[in-house]
């Protein structure tokens, strides 16, 4: 089978084949995912051309199951023998290991025997040319700024996939989902010769609701510029506010905390938390997988559990997990369809969300955050620490740009501490916020 | 030594009979690109099965079979590439890659392909296939004993989970500077956690490590009940951690994985793409002085059978031990083909890709920092007030600015030149170029570390080794909760 040739129908038959396989070979129960996909990533750099870049994915996973046991087994090699060799491997698997009664495929009636249609697919028929010619408005219109004095360059991509799900419940399911993006990645330095980096980039599934080439770039030139004269801070207590692209790893670490995995490894720092404050009031974070178009949006989960709209904290107050089927019979709960991760979960506030300069405002004196480094958050216990760069505020006006800090507390605090929320959300990928102000951390510099 | 038969025979058995693919057919694909004005092109096959293994709560029942496998062909025309990737290994798909690839270059070209005759350098690891090494019950087996070490240590151990994972890895390479060249490579990692709880407190430790052989090696090491051990004592020395200090202090670093340091804080900064655009920190610091004379750093790809160790690079470059600081002073960066080309230097054989699917650029393979004079209790009993951090998560650098950081995982508070009491894992931050001039005393317990390294780059995953004495560094920011209380 060949990229050209292989239509849904082709790989659903292909997927079919697996499950029927699997079953010839003893397995009680099995469940298929194939993806493919297709794509090119053009970069210049500089003013020229720097690579072409031709993507041709393709994969196909299996898991069996021979009563509670289980095996997994993947490959892209989609040959009919290999296939073959694949759900084997499985089975070899599954027949081998030992018993788990949490195992099994997804309640029946969970399943998306019918799910929507999200609109998550607009192929980009872009060819070399025209995405070097996009690439170079891009980073031109970086570079029109004086002080960016070199490039890492500016890049575009159009990427289109096709997923076919099924399980031997009957469940087969299918949706396709482009993704296409631009990026720009600039250099500027000052008189004493310090460099400063930082980009900026555009993602959807409809490459003409993405930011314009000059937009981004020109982003890119003023996030990198703003950095130049950056310098240390004394060691302080101060407010923090977290721009709304770093603010969404806050919500990464909570998604990461609230997942079943980490409940039942009891690796968490929410662990009992169910129905307590766990965000400031007035704070509801509401998962949208059915958004049209949305950045992560999808219609059924990886095991082919429907999707659904739901709030996991209401007011503060934590009310849901993200659990898969198997997590979720761990914890003797049902499946939130979050096997494979979040769709669109968005932070949203009851009390009127504030514009940049009302957040300056708010802020008073303290720390802006653009930038984190590090892996410095322990997930058991909600410890933080990482390495920031940002601005230091004073009467609520940027006074000077800073690096080489870290800033710490603890995430439960922090959650608590939020005391402001920006109106203008990032909404690029599966975690969506506006900036976030928390009260009180605690810096660390010269 | 492993036998060339053993290469050949897994080359023809993986990577080309299954699609009925020749060393003329790579010879033609090369041709293909060839044929349009290009300075160079390659291509690269690769065959990968990985299996992991892991037992939570008492029971082995995860365990994944992953096959990958496929082919890159890449052209380059002065700082241009064209590439292409295939999941499918067939003449006909290796050609069409090849059209794309060459894309970037324009003109035809008649001349003929450089013939290829190349010897392979010298093996840093056996040929064994790990899989194929223990059977189920075996490796079932294995991962009981770090379960039940574990859970025998403490009655604050609440949770174990162990996961074994190995690699067994083909490669074939052919390029128009008239290389062809396989390799086999094997890599398995033990990585253990642990979660232990006294008086409703929390807190997690782990171990890993592992490297380019079979399980057999891994056992014989004692590694099970050692990671075991391991992650039970630091699991439980965080249950008494207090919170780390805030503020600028002197830093005694650990031997072994905190040489994570150096990867971040200079090695990255010395890689040969950074340095040809000139968006490294270290640009032009070519034979300066950025150190002590007793400081010398070097990336060694062929220590025998290390995780970060490779025979030859993705390229088929022989790896080499590459001096970048020599007594205090920048002597050498890491590069690939690309990059050494475009800079007019030689690759150091430090072109690494996570896969086919990806291109190769320079990459460290181990990165450490040799011996100094001073014992490690001459190098505590020194400091009157700082941190001593001996286990760390990773890190993260900005080349560019060459503000880097890495997180403590294991660190204690020295008070009056004795280990005071744990602290809290707190991030570390600091300036790349300036940091080794820090570096006041450097120990002569080098060690490197059990091999449990991943770097990404790029969005390219590949294995690595760190290593160091201990060191003291005069001046390093901890990003802990409490004030310096002086």
């Known amino acids: 089978m060949t990229a050209e040739s292989a239509s849904a129908q082709d790989l659903r038959t292909c997927v079919q084949q697996a499950l029927d396989q699997a079953r010839r070979q003893g397995a009680t129960a099995a469940a298929v995912s194939l993806d493919r996909g297709e794509g090119l990533t053009v970069s210049v750099r500089l003013g020229e051309l720097e690579t072409i870049e031709r993507e041709q994915d393709q994969g196909l996973s299996i898991t069996a199951y021979f009563g509670q046991r289980r095996g997994h087994a993947s490959s892209t090699d989609l040959r009919e023998d290999s296939i073959e060799r694949t759900v084997e491997a499985a089975c070899q698997i599954a027949r081998s290991t030992e018993e788990d009664p949490c195992h099994g495929l997804p309640d029946e009636d969970r399943l998306a025997f019918e799910y929507p249609e999200l609109d998550l697919h607009h192929p980009w028929d872009l060819d070399n040319d025209e995405a070097v010619r996009l690439a170079l408005e891009c980073e031109d219109a970086a570079r029109a700024d004086a002080r960016i004095a070199n490039s890492e360059g500016a890049e575009v991509r159009r990427y289109d996939g096709i997923r076919v799900l099924g399980n031997s419940l009957g469940f087969m399911g299918t949706y396709r989902r482009s993704s296409h993006d631009l990026s720009c990645c600039v250099v500027a330095a000052d008189e004493a010769g310090a460099q400063e980096r930082d980009y900026w980039h555009s993602t959807h599934c409809d490459w003409r609701k993405m930011q314009d080439p000059g937009t981004v770039g020109r982003i890119a030139a003023e996030r990198t510029v703003r950095r130049l004269g950056a310098r240390p801070l004394a060691s302080c207590v101060a407010p923090v506010l977290f721009e709304a692209p770093v603010a969404r790893s806050l919500l990464g670490h909570f998604v990461g905390a609230a997942s079943g995995r980490a409940l039942y490894h009891e690796a968490s720092f929410l662990l009992g938390r169910k129905d307590e404050q766990v965000w400031a009031e007035g704070i509801t974070l509401t998962e949208y997988p059915h958004e049209v178009g949305g950045a992560a949006s999808a219609p059924f989960d990886a095991e082919g559990v429907a999707t659904q709209e739901r709030t996991v904290v209401d007011n503060g107050i934590l009310r849901g997990w993200f659990l898969s089927s198997y997590s979720a019979r761990r914890l003797g709960l049902a499946s939130t369809g979050n096997a494979g991760g979040v769709r669109n979960l968005v932070l949203e506030s009851r009390e009127p969300a504030l514009s940049w300069d009302e957040l300056l405002q708010r802020l008073g004196r303290g720390l802006v955050v653009t930038e984190l480094m590090g892996q410095g958050v322990n997930q058991v216990t909600g410890d933080y620490s990482r390495g920031a760069t940002g601005f230091w505020v004073e009467n609520g006006a940027v006074a000077h740009p800073v690096h080489e800090i870290t800033i710490a507390g603890s995430l439960p605090d922090m959650y608590r501490d939020i005391v402001a929320v920006g109106v203008e959300q990032d909404r690029r990928g599966s975690l969506q916020t506006g900036a976030l102000l928390v009260d009180r951390m605690q810096i660390a510099g010269v | ?486």
């Open chain 2, 1 to 486: 030594m492993p036998d060339e038969r053993v290469t050949d025979g897994a080359v023809r058995r993986y990577l080309l009979d299954p699609g009925e693919l020749t060393p003329q057919t790579l010879e033609q694909t090369l041709a293909h690109a060839w044929s349009r004005a290009c300075d160079y092109a390659d291509v690269y096959l690769q065959h990968s099965q990985h299996e992991s293994l892991t037992i939570e709560n008492g029971v082995v029942k995860d365990a994944a079979f992953t096959l990958e496998q496929g082919a890159g062909v890449r052209a380059a025309l002065g700082e241009k590439t064209g590439f292409a990737y295939s999941e499918e290994l067939s003449p006909e798909q290796l050609l069409e890659a090849a059209q794309a690839a060459r894309s970037i270059a324009h003109g035809d070209r008649q001349a003929r392909l450089p013939q290829s005759s190349s010897t392979p350098p010298p093996a840093v690891c056996g040929y064994d296939n790990p899989l194929q090494n223990l059977d189920m019950e075996q490796k079932i087996a294995l991962l009981r004993e770090v379960d039940e070490t574990a859970r025998g240590l403490a009655p604050e151990v609440k949770k174990v989970t162990a996961t074994l994972a190995s690699t067994y890895e083909v490669i074939l390479i052919a390029s128009t500077e008239g290389v062809y060249q396989a390799d086999i490579r094997p890599l398995v990692r033990l990585s253990v956690s642990v979660i232990a709880e006294r008086d409703g407190r929390r807190e997690i430790g782990g171990h890993g490590g592992g490297g380019r052989y079979g399980y057999s090696q891994l056992l014989e090491t004692g590694a099970p009940a050692r990671f075991a051990q391991e992650a039970v004592r630091v699991a439980l020395l965080n249950l008494e951690s207090q919170e780390a200090p805030a503020g600028t202090m002197t830093v005694v670093l650990g031997h072994g994985w905190p040489g994570v340091l150096l990867h971040e804080a200079i090695g990255h900064g010395l890689e040969g793409d950074a340095i040809r655009k000139g968006t490294s920190a270290f640009t032009h610091l070519m034979g300066q002085r950025v150190a002590s004379p007793e400081v010398t750093v070097v990336d060694n790809g062929t220590l025998p059978d290390r995780r970060g160790s490779l025979r030859m690079d993705d390229e088929g470059t022989p790896t080499q031990n590459t001096v970048l600081i020599e007594d205090g002073i920048i002597r050498g960066f890491l590069y690939d083909r690309l990059n050494a080309r475009l800079c007019k230097t030689e690759s150091t054989g430090n072109g690494r890709r996570e896969s086919y699917a990806h291109q190769p650029m320079p990459r460290m393979t181990n990165t450490y920092m040799q011996a100094g004079t001073h014992s490690p209790e001459e190098i505590l009993a020194s400091v009157d007030h700082g941190l001593y951090a001996v286990g760390f998560n990773g890190g993260q650098v900005d080349i560019t600015s060459g503000k880097f950081v890495f997180s403590a995982s294991e660190a204690y508070l020295i008070k009056d030149g004795k280990i005071a009491h744990p602290v809290k894992g707190a991030t570390l931050i600091g300036d790349g170029p300036s940091v080794l001039r820090r570096v006041s005393m450097v120990g002569d317990d080098l060690e490197l570390d059990d091999g449990i390294g991943t770097c990404g780059k790029d969005g390219q995953q590949v294995p690595v080794g760190v290593g160091q004495p201990t060191l003291r560094v005069d001046k390093l920011t901890v990003g802990g909760t409490r004030m310096h209380d002086g």
